[in-house]
């Protein structure tokens, strides 16, 4: 009988498990992002598109 294999995924960010997966062979650990982790990067980042947008319109202003 052939023992199963198992990777174990888990969110780089904040290192929470994410469960597990069939390895096909290979054991370990694999990586992705979880929803909470995704979210504040997604929030983090529209926050520092609005601020660069925002400095824009600043400068442009300047240029006149």
């Known amino acids: 009988m052939e023992s ?4 174990t995924v888990q ?4 290192g929470k498990g994410m469960g ?11 990586h992705g992002m979880c ?3 995704y ?3 997604t929030e983090d980042m529209e926050i ?8 824009r319109s600043l400068n442009s202003g300047a240029e006149r």
């Open 35 to 37: 929803r909470g982790c």
């Open 4 to 7: 199963k294999t198992v990777i």
């Open 20 to 30: 597990e997966k069939d390895g096909k062979g290979v054991s370990g650990t694999s």
């Open 39 to 41: 979210d504040r990067l």
């Open 11 to 14: 969110c780089a960010w904040c």
């Open 48 to 55: 520092a598109e609005n601020m660069r947008s925002y400095w």
